[in-house]
């Protein structure tokens, strides 16, 4: 199998390779907390032997429940956030048409929307109206279950299906993924009889993608979630050992240089369109587990060249704190030329014939070179192609990698205390049951 790799010639102006190899035990007991579990927050580190241990029972199952929703519906709603939302996003934005979004979703090849990713009262009713004629199922998915934002989404459109279809036929197109026991979508799943799946207590949402949570949604896009698993499978043996072919230990170590050496801010580019959700996907997997304790790497994301117009004035000259973190496709999937002109008005013949792929390619050099002449270091990662396969060794080299680094950096990456703060604020405002007393102080501040 071909697969991704990670070089990182183009840090050696910053750090040397001294510099990193001086990480390499740091690096070694940050990998052997993660593979051994003896480090913070280690009763979530289901997801290390994920894709080793996924049964083709369960596989079965998620694809006889995508199959069943593809044949019944034109139009799937799946319903999550963060952790529940951003890795199937992410593999079906990209594994899917660029234009799939504007052609109508038909029964055995429906439309995957989601929803419950943000409070939007205009995106809900545009959502709501736009589903007004179709035949839709809904995926609801949050692991504790209490989620605010995906729970507002689904009652509403629990209530829509309802309305169109009727209670028990409704019933059969909403498939709910949550914990195994607790939260309110876990009652409300088995009082009324919906089809579940368990996302297991040991996984994370933001490390859930490979977990039902990701990979229903994933399947009823119409993706092939085998080969997903096997490239994650490759790289989860890849990723065992402590040394430089290891990819996740290379990438961990050498983004921790960086950071040591003053780059507080990390730049996932890619030049390619269809990964711009890996970006996102990517942004919360760092963010959330290295971001805490007043440290962590900041993590931003560009979609190049389009972003070269936007943002890469301040990347070639701005403030010299960041680094870049390039994802570059080998190969495009498809094949389009640029035509002769014989006018030649726009003074394009020199790259007449060319395919565009290697205009973009040498966008990507050039850019590489002139960042790295202006003080922006880049760790380069090579992957073959957008396929399914290669998509699962990326997000298990990411979630790898993601433990080791945040092991290294000394937080807990598998906590996200802070993010509860705005919840506090949020129900306190909102004169939530409970929070008496939070709603007074709060107000006492406005
Ligand atoms: O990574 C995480 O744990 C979070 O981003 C969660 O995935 C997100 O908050 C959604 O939580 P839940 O699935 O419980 O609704």
Redesign the pocket.
């Known amino acids: 199998m071909k697969k991704l790799s990670v070089d990182i010639k183009d840090v050696k102006s910053t750090v040397s390779t001294d510099d990193i190899r001086k990480l390499d035990n740091a690096a070694s007991e940050a990998l052997d907390k993660v593979l051994t579990g003896t480090g913070a927050g280690s009763d979530f580190l289901g997801w290390v032997h994920l894709p080793s241990e996924t049964t083709d029972a369960l596989l079965d199952d998620i694809i006889a429940t995508a199959d069943s929703l593809r044949q019944n519906c034109d139009t799937v709603v799946a319903i999550?956030?963060?952790?529940?939302y951003l890795g199937a996003k992410a593999v079906i934005e990209a594994l899917s048409d660029s234009f799939a979004s504007y052609r109508p979703g038909v029964a055995g090849d429906p439309k995957v929307l989601f929803a419950g990713q943000n409070i939007g009262e205009d995106y809900l009713y545009e959502l709501q109206d736009y589903l007004k004629d179709k035949r839709f199922g809904i995926i609801v998915?949050?692991?504790?279950?209490t989620?605010t934002e995906?729970a507002i989404a689904f009652r509403l459109l629990k209530e829509q299906l309802e309305h169109q279809l009727g209670v028990d036929e409704a019933r059969k197109r909403i498939v709910a993924i949550t914990d195994a026991q607790r939260g309110a979508l876990r009652r409300l799943a088995t009082e009324e009889g919906y089809k579940t799946f368990v996302i297991a207590d040991n996984v994370?949402?933001?490390f859930s993608v490979l977990t039902p949570v990701g990979l229903l949604p994933i399947a009823v896009a119409g993706f092939d979630i085998r080969a997903l698993i096997d490239g994650a499978v490759e790289m989860e043996k890849l990723t065992a050992a402590p040394d430089e072919a290891n990819p996740a230990f290379l990438y961990a170590e050498t983004r921790n240089a960086l950071y040591n050496a003053g780059k507080k801010i990390e730049i996932l580019v890619n030049y390619n369109p269809k990964l711009h959700y890996f970006g996102e996907w990517w942004k919360?997997l760092y963010g959330?587990s290295e971001g805490k304790d007043k440290k962590g790497i900041f993590p931003a994301a560009v979609d190049n060249s389009t972003d070269l117009h936007s943002m890469g004035q301040w990347i070639q000259d701005g403030e010299r704190t960041i680094f870049e973190t390039v994802i570059s496709v080998a190969e495009a999937k498809h094949e389009k030329l640029i035509p002769s002109d014989e006018s030649n008005l726009d003074g394009l013949n020199y790259i007449a014939g060319k395919h565009v792929d290697e205009v973009n390619k040498m966008a990507e050099l050039g850019t590489r070179i002139a960042h790295c002449d202006g003080g922006v270091p880049n760790i380069l990662i090579t992957l073959p192609a957008i396929e399914e396969k290669y998509l699962g060794q990326l997000i298990y080299f990411f979630e790898k990698a993601c433990g080791i680094s945040g092991y290294m950096l000394g937080v807990n990456p598998f906590n996200?205390p802070g993010?509860e703060d705005y919840k506090r604020n949020m129900f306190a405002l909102l004169e939530k049951p409970g929070y008496e007393k939070e709603t007074e102080a709060i107000k006492a501040r406005l």
Do not use: D, N, W, Y
């Open positions: 999550g956030i963060g952790g529940s998915i949050s692991k504790s279950g989620t995906p994370g949402g933001r919360q959330e996200q993010v």
